[in-house]
């Protein structure tokens, strides 16, 4: 039996109720949240898997719910986005969201995806535990830290994931698919600037200079990869 945690903060009592009962449905001890400052003090005493957060929502709204979210907790958080809103899904992003769907939403789509956040290996796959340094950057797969220098870099669970992807192949370039299929799984489907805002995240929290990075090189018409230039 799943009991994973899913918190649901959305402001649209039929949309809210759908989630509720298609996640509970397949196992998962759900909670729902009407507005932003309910859904953060809800996410602070639950301590959620996963939110399901939308981001017009009243008293505060979704995007200052995930940056506060992101100050203490790693629960993988997917932004419910009205159709066409291209930025909001972006700001989304950038704030710390790690997926986004758009409204209105299948209810199996919102199980689909929840349970693809969860289905993320935690272990590690054969010859992939050993840390891996380039330069001053440090990646740490086993204990997932990351390091510039002495400094401790925080990153979102999908951040790392991103990251540590890149590190295991030194050299190789990932298309934006590889990357998608690897951490989102080959199910998923939306927009793969999905992978560059995650991408430009990862670069600002490492110092990395995306004209002239360091680290996370872009390999023009393909996608990323690490090593040197």
Same mark, same amino acid.
């Given at each position: 039996?799943?009991?994973?945690?899913?918190?649901?903060?959305? $402001?649209?009592?039929?949309?809210? #109720? *759908?989630? /509720? !009962?298609?996640?509970?449905?397949?196992?998962?001890?759900?909670?729902?949240?009407?507005?932003?400052? #309910?859904?953060?003090?809800?996410?602070?005493?639950?301590?959620?898997?996963?939110? @399901?957060?939308?981001?017009?929502?009243?008293?505060?709204?979704? *995007?200052?719910?995930? #940056?506060?979210?992101? &100050?203490?907790?790693?629960?993988?958080?997917? %932004?419910?986005?009205?159709?066409?809103?291209?930025?909001?899904?972006?700001?989304?992003? &950038?704030?710390?969201?790690?997926?986004?769907?758009?409204?209105?939403? &299948?209810?199996?789509?919102?199980?689909?995806?929840?349970?693809?956040?969860? #289905?993320?290996?935690?272990?590690?796959?054969?010859?992939?535990?050993?840390?891996?340094?380039?330069? !001053?950057?440090?990646?740490?797969?086993?204990?997932?830290?990351?390091?510039?220098?002495?400094?401790?870099?925080?990153?979102?669970?999908?951040?790392? $994931?991103?990251?540590?992807?890149?590190?295991?192949?030194?050299?190789?370039?990932? &298309?934006?698919? /590889?990357?998608?299929?690897?951490?989102?799984?080959?199910?998923?489907?939306?927009?793969?600037? @999905?992978?560059?805002?995650?991408?430009?995240?990862?670069?600002?929290?490492?110092?990395?200079?995306?004209?002239?990075?360091?680290?996370?090189?872009?390999?023009?018409?393909?996608?990323?990869? %690490?090593?040197?230039?």
């Amino acid at each position: 039996m799943n009991t994973h945690k899913v918190l649901v903060i959305e $402001d649209e009592p039929a949309l809210a #109720r *759908l989630a /509720q !009962e298609y996640l509970t449905r397949d196992g998962f001890d759900v909670t729902t949240a009407a507005d932003g400052e #309910r859904g953060l003090a809800l996410a602070r005493e639950l301590e959620p898997a996963v939110i @399901l957060l939308d981001i017009g929502l009243p008293r505060l709204d979704g *995007l200052e719910v995930c #940056r506060a979210v992101r &100050s203490f907790s790693d629960a993988y958080v997917i %932004m419910l986005t009205a159709r066409g809103d291209e930025l909001d899904k972006i700001v989304g992003l &950038s704030v710390g969201a790690d997926d986004y769907l758009v409204k209105p939403f &299948s209810p199996r789509e919102v199980v689909a995806r929840v349970r693809a956040m969860l #289905r993320r290996p935690r272990t590690l796959p054969d010859g992939a535990a050993a840390a891996r340094r380039f330069g !001053e950057l440090t990646v740490d797969p086993l204990g997932r830290e990351v390091r510039v220098g002495e400094r401790v870099v925080e990153l979102t669970a999908t951040e790392f $994931d991103v990251l540590a992807t890149l590190a295991r192949s030194p050299n190789v370039a990932f &298309s934006r698919t /590889q990357l998608i299929e690897s951490i989102w799984g080959p199910g998923w489907v939306g927009d793969e600037r @999905l992978v560059d805002v995650h991408v430009g995240r990862v670069r600002r929290k490492l110092g990395d200079d995306a004209g002239d990075p360091r680290f996370v090189r872009t390999v023009r018409g393909v996608g990323y990869r %690490m090593g040197p230039g």
